[in-house]
Nanobody, 127 residues
Framework: EVQVVESGGGLVQAGGSLRLSCTTTTSGLTFDVYSMGWFRRAPGKEREGVSCITSRSSVTYYSDSVKGRFTISRDNAKATLSLQMNSLKPEDTAMYYC??????????????????WGQGTQVTVSS
């Protein structure tokens, strides 16, 4: 079981940068066996998978909407996940969540059985 706490969101102007962090605690399996990812949900829209990274960082995935602007990383020793967001656009405005995922080079999805979503961290990009 993985429990997550997201942080690092804020208000930024278009073109700016933010770095999101996700700190985790696990029971049973350790953090370094999980693929992890970031999702976001904008008002009135469905949840969108943004980026993911496999347990040993060998594979990453980025949605087309963030490719080339966002960089995902993880520190297994600290059990943390990060998302560096550059060249932010107003359409990046959303609540961002981290979670254990299934992660492939061309897709990502929620991990079966994961239920303990965090509170998320709000990212607001002004034009």
């Amino acid at each position: 079981e993985v429990q997550v706490v997201e942080s690092g969101g804020g208000l930024v102007q278009a073109g700016g940068s933010l770095r999101l962090s996700c700190t985790t605690t696990t029971s049973g399996l350790t953090f370094d066996v999980y693929s992890m990812g970031w999702f976001r949900r904008a008002p009135g829209k469905e949840r969108e998978g943004v980026s993911c990274i496999t347990s040993r960082s060998s594979v990453t995935y980025y949605s087309d909407s963030v490719k080339g602007r966002f960089t995902i990383s993880r520190d297994n020793a600290k059990a943390t996940l990060s998302l560096q967001m550059n060249s932010l656009k107003p359409e990046d405005t959303a609540m961002y969540y981290c979670a254990p995922v299934t992660c492939r080079p061309t897709s990502m999805g929620t991990r079966s059985g994961f239920e303990h979503w965090g509170q998320g961290t709000q990212v607001t990009v002004s034009s």
